[in-house]
């Protein structure tokens, strides 16, 4: 999909954000979640562990949302993605780049749940990467004055 515009907002910074999201499942099922913004793509950290990993695997059709509300300035924007989710080998480049974003840079800092996931070999514990390229990607800023 590459880079995003929409003449509301600069869709690829908003989604540079530290922003959770929600990620729709056949069944209906809905879950927040940290992801990355990459390349194009929604990149979302899973593994067998997860309810996620098998609801993808048995349907890969998802839809996610990022937005954000702010009543004090009156900002109401989000971003609606559709399409077929991918789940595709962990790298743990792009790993640390998702979690530093929501944690930091300082890994020493990190809870030990997240520190695994770039020191543990991710083929024994299963880590892959549930890739999202939108096939329809809706951005809408849907902002008012505050007066």
């Given at each position: 999909?590459?880079?995003?515009?929409?003449?509301?907002?600069d869709?690829?910074?908003?989604?540079?954000?530290?922003?959770?999201?929600?990620?729709?499942?056949?069944?209906?099922?809905?879950?927040?979640?940290?992801?990355?913004?990459?390349?194009?793509?929604?990149?979302?950290?899973?593994?067998?562990?997860?309810?996620?990993?098998?609801?993808?695997?048995?349907?890969?059709?998802?839809?996610?949302?990022?937005?954000?509300?702010?009543?004090?300035?009156?900002?109401?924007?989000?971003?609606?993605?559709?399409?077929?989710?991918?789940?595709?080998?962990?790298?743990?480049?792009?790993?640390?780049?998702?979690?530093?974003?929501?944690?930091?840079a300082?890994?020493?800092?990190?809870?030990?749940?997240?520190?695994?996931?770039?020191?543990?070999d991710?083929?024994?514990?299963?880590?892959?990467?549930?890739?999202?390229?939108?096939?329809?990607?809706?951005?809408?800023?849907?902002?008012?004055?505050?007066?």
């Open positions: 999909m590459g880079v995003v515009t929409s003449d509301a907002f869709v690829d910074a908003f989604l540079a954000q530290p922003l959770t999201a929600r990620l729709a499942t056949n069944g209906p099922t809905v879950r927040p979640l940290w992801f990355l913004w990459e390349d194009g793509a929604f990149w979302v950290l899973t593994g067998p562990w997860t309810r996620l990993f098998d609801r993808v695997k048995d349907d890969p059709k998802v839809s996610l949302v990022v937005d954000e509300c702010d009543l004090a300035s009156g900002r109401v924007r989000q971003v609606v993605a559709r399409g077929t989710a991918e789940l595709v080998p962990f790298d743990v480049p792009r790993g640390r780049r998702k979690l530093t974003r929501y944690l930091g300082d890994e020493t800092r990190w809870d030990d749940r997240f520190v695994r996931y770039l020191y543990e991710p083929a024994r514990r299963g880590t892959v990467w549930l890739r999202l390229t939108p096939r329809s990607l809706r951005a809408l800023d849907l902002s008012y004055s505050v007066g």
